[in-house]
């Protein structure tokens, strides 16, 4: 198993957009890229209606906050399970590892 198949963070987050906040839960996870040099994060919001009322199937630039940070990341498709995929590069909105070990 690559260490990028884990999950990163698991838990509650808040999204905002648009002057709208929004509490959800999310599952994220990371990992560095080398081609282009950036961290790329990535993940899914559970299913809810607040979600799918607010992304209205388009993609939406947000700011997602869990309890150890925030990022601006990419609201895009959801799966057929309602669960909307959010990406970002960059620092992401849960701690990573900053030392080799």
């Known amino acids: 198993m690559a ?12 999204m905002s957009a648009e002057d ?10 990371g990992h560095f890229q080398p081609i282009d040099g950036r ?13 799918e009322e607010f992304a209205a199937h388009r993609k939406k630039d947000v700011v997602l906050r869990t309890p150890t940070g925030e990022a601006i990341g990419t609201l895009s498709d959801p799966d057929p399970w309602g669960r909307y995929r959010i990406t970002g590069t960059g ?10 070990t």
């Open 39 to 51: 961290f790329h994060w990535y993940g899914r919001l559970a299913a809810q209606q607040a979600v």
């Open 91 to 100: 620092r992401p909105p849960f701690p990573i590892p900053t030392e080799l």
């Open 20 to 29: 709208r906040e929004i509490a959800v839960e999310v599952v994220l996870r």
């Open 3 to 14: 260490d990028h198949d884990e999950d990163d963070y698991r838990g509650p987050a808040t």
